[in-house]
């Protein structure tokens, strides 16, 4: 097998895999993009005041999530786009029940 110009037999890959020292064979990777997605919808779903503090955090870890590789096998951003959505849309909810615009489910 060529692993960045260097020819390694099956052996030599696997001992290389379990020993670490094989940095560029990735074979798992952090989807960002999901649990930033997962962050905006769950709290909202299960438990809402708790979106409060979610919301931001989604939006800042889909913006983390951008500069970073998305996954092993090719994907769009759309888990991305999404979940600023709906963190921008929980913290309009939120912004305008704190300042009274909204109570109950009802514009004054």
């Known amino acids: 097998m060529e692993l960045n110009d260097q020819h390694l037999c099956p052996a030599c890959l696997e001992t290389g895999r379990k020993k670490g020292k094989l940095a560029q064979l990735e074979n798992k990777r952090t ?6 997605l997962m962050l905006s919808v769950l709290p909202v ?3 809402w005041p708790v979106s409060i503090v979610t919301a931001p955090a989604a939006i800042g870890l889909a913006i983390y999530s951008w500069s970073k590789p998305t996954s092993l ?25 704190l300042t009274g615009v909204w109570k109950f489910g009802k514009f004054r």
């Open 31 to 36: 989807l960002y993009d999901s649990s930033a």
């Open 45 to 47: 779903l299960c438990a």
């Open 73 to 97: 096998l090719p994907r769009s951003r759309i888990r991305s786009y999404l979940a600023i959505l709906f963190g921008v849309l929980e913290l309009a909810v939120w912004t305008l029940a």
